[in-house]
């Protein structure tokens, strides 16, 4: 599996369908290249759910006082369009935000600045009063730079004492 997800299924291809690539395509693509890999590949598009880990349970708690506190909350994703879909429907509390950002439906991705700004843009915000969270230090870099405040987050972390930082209580 390890060898498969590092030289079949790799990081890079998978990245093209969070920039939009559509997933029929991009297994048609990598099954030319690896034909006596097509099984398994079409394996990981369509079993695609099994994947996901799940979440975070202490971070969904706390996303849902900040909802229940009045404290907007937005979303910029790394994700297949079609794909966020399924995860919207299987982990409910990704419909809840005031505004998404899909990568792979605005062929963006992060850490591009564009993406964040189209966040900024499309609803009006002000980076300056954001606090973006991320466990990728290279998203958390490229918030920074559009003059977002950023947390990095890595488990253990108490991202509730992070955001009181921020003046954000919930």
Request: glycine share 8%; charged share 25%.
């Amino acid at each position: 599996m390890e060898w498969f997800l590092s030289d079949v299924c790799t990081p890079h291809w998978n990245i093209e369908q969070d920039r939009g690539r559509d997933w029929d395509e991009a297994v048609a693509l990598l099954t030319k290249d690896f034909p006596a890999y097509e099984s398994p590949i079409r394996a990981f598009h369509q079993r695609w759910e099994e994947t996901v880990s799940g979440t975070i349970e202490v971070n969904v708690e706390l996303l849902g006082r900040l909802r229940g506190a009045g404290i907007p909350n937005y979303c910029i994703t790394n994700f297949s369009g079609p794909k966020f879909q399924i995860s919207q429907a299987r982990y409910p509390f990704l419909a809840g935000f005031d505004g998404i950002i899909v990568s792979g439906d605005e062929q963006l991705l992060k850490p591009e600045p564009e993406i964040y700004n189209l966040l900024l843009s499309r609803y009006g915000l002000e980076a300056g009063d954001c606090v973006f969270v991320d466990d990728s230090k290279a998203n958390v870099e490229g918030a920074r730079a559009v003059g977002m405040h950023a947390i990095h987050f890595v488990e253990p972390m108490d991202l509730a004492a992070e955001l009181r930082g921020y003046g954000i209580k919930a």
